[in-house]
């Protein structure tokens, strides 16, 4: 990773800004070492339209449980199953990544233990519960650029199931943000990566530092030909802005 001294005056972190900004890590950042955090979303997500689905020949009714890895997937399986006037059948089980996602999921449904069932945030126990579950033929509503280890994990487990793209992830238009005059940019997936070069085709890095989250964020941004500076989760920062901290720490003097 790369070592720097540059002290730090502008941050841009590619996500939406948190709904209270005051009460939210990103604050203390602000307050304690006197800089300025911008916030925008390098990405949009747009539904992919009943027609478009209808090319995948993937039938709902076919299966008896849908896996859920996001409040997205969740919206717009729900989205595309109205606009298609198909009627989900009581009988239907729903497997959630976490139990937040399938607290979320009572927005559609009524809530029945025998029915839904939650992992604790990973694939790996996802992949557990629904090995437990092998009779059922499974659907996965996902993005078109889903992460490719549950589907390793999926094709390892010999369940029955099928993808169905419901939603694109693409690249929000950047164009008005001055890039060169950030200090560090953060990000937190590799569709993010890409929406920095797709605005930014001939970015480089100079003393610009990066921030990443997650193995695949880092990944992608290795890829890319650019290094890492701060990277979160890390056995001392579980989260990014612990990470962004302890980085200020060392280059920027506490108020």
């Known amino acids: ?10 941050i841009l972190v590619s996500q939406p800004q948190p709904a209270d900004l005051d009460k939210s ?29 209808r090319k995948d020949k993937v039938y709902i009714q076919e299966h008896t ?12 399986f729900f989205r595309i199953a109205k606009d298609m006037r198909v009627e989900i059948p009581d009988s239907m089980k729903y497997f959630c990544i976490s139990e937040a996602t399938a607290f979320y999921l009572q927005k559609y449904v009524q809530y029945r233990k025998r029915k839904i069932f939650h992992g604790q945030q990973s694939f790996t126990d996802l992949i557990e519960l ?23 994990e999926l094709d390892a487990s010999k369940v ?4 169905a793209v419901i939603y ?30 797709k605005n930014f085709p001939k970015f480089e890095k100079n003393h610009t530092l990066i921030g990443a989250f997650g193995p695949t964020t880092v990944k992608a941004i290795k890829d890319s030909g650019l290094t890492v500076d701060i990277a979160a989760p890390t056995k001392t920062a579980l989260s990014m802005t612990v990470a962004i901290e302890q980085h200020l720490q060392k280059v920027n003097k506490k108020k």
């Open 160 to 163: 029955s199931y099928k993808k």
């Open 168 to 197: 694109k992830t693409l690249a929000s238009d950047l164009s008005d943000i001055e890039i060169n005059s950030y200090d560090l940019l953060v990000f937190f997936s590799p569709a993010g990566v890409a929406s920095l070069f």
């Open 130 to 152: 629904i090995k437990k579950h092998k009779e059922e033929k499974y659907l996965l509503p996902c993005s078109d650029i889903h992460k490719l280890s549950l589907i390793n």
């Open 25 to 53: 890590p990103y604050s203390d950042l602000i307050n304690k070492y006197k800089v300025n955090i911008d916030f925008r979303k390098f990405i949009v997500v747009e539904g992919v339209s009943a027609s478009e689905f």
């Open 65 to 76: 449980a849908i896996i859920f890895t996001s409040r997205n997937a969740v919206d717009h």
């Open 1 to 10: 990773m790369g070592e720097t001294k540059v002290k730090v005056k502008n």
